[in-house]
């Protein structure tokens, strides 16, 4: 897959899908040729044009006035002369800023290595992928620079990281070093990307990249509800269903920094990876210093096909364990149903109209520790409230089982209440500054991390629950960002590195706890979807995606979260009506499907439900379970966006193409209101296909489409049509 071309220089990483060319230029700079479609053997014709840019300086001992760092299309670009943004910056001990990296060598080895410390795609098969490593030097110390290309043997996917390593006599402070910078020639092109807050999770956005930078980014200790590690750049043409499209992903859950720049002659450099904002890692003599991994997809099949090839990447080489590929419970949770005032008796009675509905887990939530009346106390006291469950967890987990249900917690375990006997014991293992106040978010601090001591304390409490009471699922939530990121325990010159130590610290606590405990269905969550992420992923293989339930809203947030994530991992319930975040009404049919557009749950007072809403729910939870397969690992295909106008519509088809689920919805009804017509996608167009009663053609579904809106009443009315292929 990977191919050298020791005379002209030239990597070519190719699969049948897609080509990745690299050239070493004039000077040793890994330049960037190609990122695309698959080539059959590249020619060496698209060498970067030399010309005399006036202002654009040449490279040291450089007789070419023709060649300059500033304008060539680079790899990982950081020299002098280049005055665009740069994939890393390095502070000497000398104090100067400046490095001068030069190719040095090159590695090709079978497979994927994994990065030690941080989450990853990973290979099940040496012959899945091939990595190429291209090694740098600088130009006066013993420091290399290790760019690392993985490319998948099936996949249209490069996995970038790079490593820094300090071989020199000297210590080299890092102040920036991204995952991957890829350059494009100059070409018109859209930025899509999504941002939002909370409860407005991953909004999304298209806009035209013009002169200048765009910056995206979340300094908030988390990789955000404000903006997904994610952005995309497409041709103006590209569509859902056709053009061309680059995506890219960072796997990671901390501070992130995306760029795009498009500089004088139109070409666009875009560069993702960790935050600069307030980081500086020391790399003493001898150290290396890993970069969080960063993923690119490359699509000419439109923004379906980017997703696809997204879903799949993560579904098999990012997520793990016992919950891979097993189908997710329909689970019950109490918080909009009770939120913190519940006792044993409460629960159990929501629990056990949950288990008549047909449902399978029950989720205690937040409010069973301490003494948590409200969430202004308890966090980091991981011990039964006795006023609330008199028998404990045991005992509530004891009669919930007895039911014949599976039993979730809730905890929260990266943060610290001030009324807390941890805090009363460990003032100083909250984040803060000595001597200045701490800022409060939602009552409470974040606990330091990136400190062993606090993180063996949290792990020796929830393992103790963990192994006492019979558990299926534990919801992992984190209800505010960070500030006065400092640590006691760091020197002043480190204190640049606390939050990146922290999520190292996390993702140390969830390898151990997830190895551990590999039975128990890991559910992500911050605040809903504030860190909904590939490197959560590969700890917990579902997220709560947003604590806004209402319907209509949910119709957007899980339609752009499938823009990267497959909906195996979106956390969707349907919660009673008016719609706490929203008051909005909506019938509990369109709830219904729209939360069975995802792993599919209950969170509202099931004790409090009319005989007829009781009906409804039980043909939802034995229509879910006879579909959640192909929901939950189907092809997932957007077909109308709510962003755009007053429909939305995607469906999900199994692999064979002779099962498919197609969700239709109309936002505001109108009189005398148009007949729409909705094109299915991704079936078989030789097959017939049943359609509520109907036999019609895969051919006909896609190309003349069906009338979809004719018996719709009522605003945001909703439906789900069920297609099985005949024989
Ligand atoms: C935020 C979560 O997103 C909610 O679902 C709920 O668990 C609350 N926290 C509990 O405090």
Request: overall charge negative.
């Amino acid at each position: 897959m990977i191919t050298y071309d020791e005379k002209e220089q030239i990597f070519h990483l190719s699969n049948k899908k897609i080509s990745y060319l690299i050239q070493i230029e004039a000077g040793g700079i890994p330049a960037h040729l190609y990122f695309g479609k698959a080539i059959r053997h590249y020619h060496n014709h698209f060498r970067y044009p030399r010309t005399d840019r006036s202002f654009s300086p040449n490279p040291p001992l450089s007789t070419d006035r023709q060649f300059s760092f500033d304008t060539v299309m680079q790899e990982f670009p950081g020299n002098p002369g280049d005055y665009r943004t740069l994939s890393y910056e390095l502070l000497h001990e000398s104090g100067s800023k400046v490095s001068d990296f030069r190719y040095y060598g090159y590695k090709i080895e079978e497979g994927k290595p994994l990065l030690s410390g941080l989450p990853a795609t990973y290979v099940k098969e040496p012959a899945d992928a091939q990595t190429l490593t291209i090694t740098l030097k600088d130009q006066l110390y013993d420091l290399y620079l290790d760019l690392s290309y993985t490319i998948f043997a099936d996949q249209s996917v490069v996995a970038r990281s790079n490593q820094l390593r300090n071989e020199s006599n000297e210590l080299v402070y890092i102040s920036k070093l991204a995952s991957l910078t890829l350059d494009f020639s100059s070409q018109a092109l859209d930025l899509i990307h999504l941002h939002g807050t909370w409860s407005k999770e991953r909004m999304l956005e298209r806009e035209r990249i013009t002169a200048g930078i765009k910056l995206l980014d979340s300094k908030r200790g988390s990789s955000s509800h404000h903006q997904n590690p994610f952005a995309a750049l497409a041709a103006p043409e590209t569509t859902e269903k056709s053009g061309e499209v680059y995506g890219f992903s960072l796997v990671y859950s901390g501070n992130h920094q995306i760029t795009v720049e498009r500089d004088p002659y139109e070409q666009t450099r875009l560069i993702m990876g960790m935050n600069p904002h307030h980081f500086s890692w020391k790399l003493n003599r001898g150290e290396v210093f890993q970069s969080p991994e960063a993923i690119m997809v490359y699509s000419d099949q439109g923004l379906n096909g980017m997703s696809k090839s997204f879903h799949h990447l993560f579904q098999n080489h990012l997520v793990r364990g016992r919950y891979q590929y097993e189908e997710r419970p329909i689970l019950a949770n109490n918080w909009e149903a009770t939120f913190f005032d519940f006792n044993e008796e409460k629960v159990l009675a929501i629990a056990e109209e949950a288990r008549n509905l047909g449902a399978e887990l029950f989720v205690l939530d937040d409010g069973w520790y301490g003494h948590r009346d409200n969430d202004d106390s308890s966090l980091g006291d991981w011990v039964e409230y006795k006023k609330k469950l008199p028998e404990g967890l045991l005992g509530l987990s004891n009669k919930i089982h007895d039911m014949g249900m599976q039993f979730g917690l809730w905890v929260e375990p990266e943060m610290i209440s001030e009324d807390s006997e941890l805090f009363r014991q460990h003032p100083d293992w909250a984040l803060h500054i000595p001597g200045r106040g701490k800022t409060i978010g939602r009552g409470q601090f974040v606990l330091d991390f990136s400190r062993k001591d606090v993180r063996d304390n949290i792990y020796q409490q929830l393992k103790q629950i963990f192994n006492k009471v019979p558990l299926e699922y534990v919801k992992w939530d984190m209800n505010r960002n960070m500030t006065e990121v400092y640590s006691v325990l760091l020197s002043a010159e480190q204190q640049g590195e606390v939050a990146h130590r922290y999520i190292l610290g996390l993702y140390e606590f969830l390898e151990q706890l997830t190895t551990e405990f590999p039975d128990i269905l890991f559910e992500s969550c911050s605040g809903g979807g504030g860190r909904f992420d590939p490197g959560m992923l590969y700890y917990m293989p579902q997220v709560w995606a947003s604590d806004n339930t209402d319907a209509v809203s949910r119709m957007q947030i899980q339609y752009s979260t499938s823009l990267v994530y497959p909906i195996s991992t979106i956390g969707a319930h349907v919660a009673a009506v008016p719609n706490h975040q929203t008051g909005r009404i909506t019938s509990l049919e369109t709830r219904g499907n729209v939360a069975m557009s995802g792993v599919f749950g209950y969170e509202l007072d099931l004790t409090h439900l009319s005989a007829e809403e009781k009906e409804v729910m039980k043909e939802q939870v034995h229509f879910y379970k006879e579909h959640r397969q192909l929901i939950q690992f189907g092809d997932y295909y957007r077909l109308k966006s709510p962003f755009d106008g007053n429909h939305a519509s995607w469906m999900f088809v199994d692999s064979e193409k002779s099962h498919a689920l197609v969700f239709y919805s109309r936002m505001m009804a109108e009189a005398s209101s148009a007949f729409h017509v909705l094109k299915l996608t991704g079936l078989d167009s030789t097959k017939e296909y049943e359609v509520e009663g109907q036999v019609i053609g895969g051919d006909e579904l896609m190309n003349i489409g069906m009338y979809i809106d004719t018996e719709m009443w009522g605003d945001y009315a909703s439906k789900m049509i069920a297609l099985k292929a005949v024989e």
